[in-house]
């Protein structure tokens, strides 16, 4: 049973960074999608950044330039550096695959104070 988990969140302050990481277990074949979204209270999950197997990747347009997306297809991993935090940024961040069906982790909060 393919099972994603995601680490590395915390509270931080204004400038400062954080590493995201997600595993994928469960599976022994190469993910085609793989992506970080992120969710705030009343609102929907949102892309963050998608990642396919042959390296295309897509940022949202906030956090283009400092938040940097890597992925390791022999491990099923990603990994999100994210740099330059800001309040807004504050979110539970999860890691989604499509692998015949959608899979989500239970997430990792970032929380970053003023």
């Known amino acids: 049973q393919l099972r994603l988990e995601e680490s590395g969140g915390g509270l931080v302050r204004t400038g400062d960074s954080l590493r995201l990481s997600c595993v994928a277990y469960g599976v022994n074949f190469k993910l085609g999608i793989i992506s970080w979204y992120r969710q705030t209270p009343g609102n929907e999950r949102e892309l963050v950044v998608s990642?396919?197997?042959?390296?295309?990747?897509h940022y949202a347009n906030s956090v283009r330039g400092r938040f940097v997306v890597s992925r390791d297809n022999a491990k099923n991993t990603l990994s999100l550096q994210m740099n330059n935090l800001k309040p807004d940024n504050t979110a539970v961040y999860y890691c989604?695959?499509?692998?015949?069906?959608?899979?989500w982790g239970q997430g990792t909060q970032v929380t970053v104070s003023s």
């Open positions: 990642t396919t197997e042959d390296g295309y990747t």
């Open positions: 989604y695959t499509l692998c015949g069906e959608v899979y």
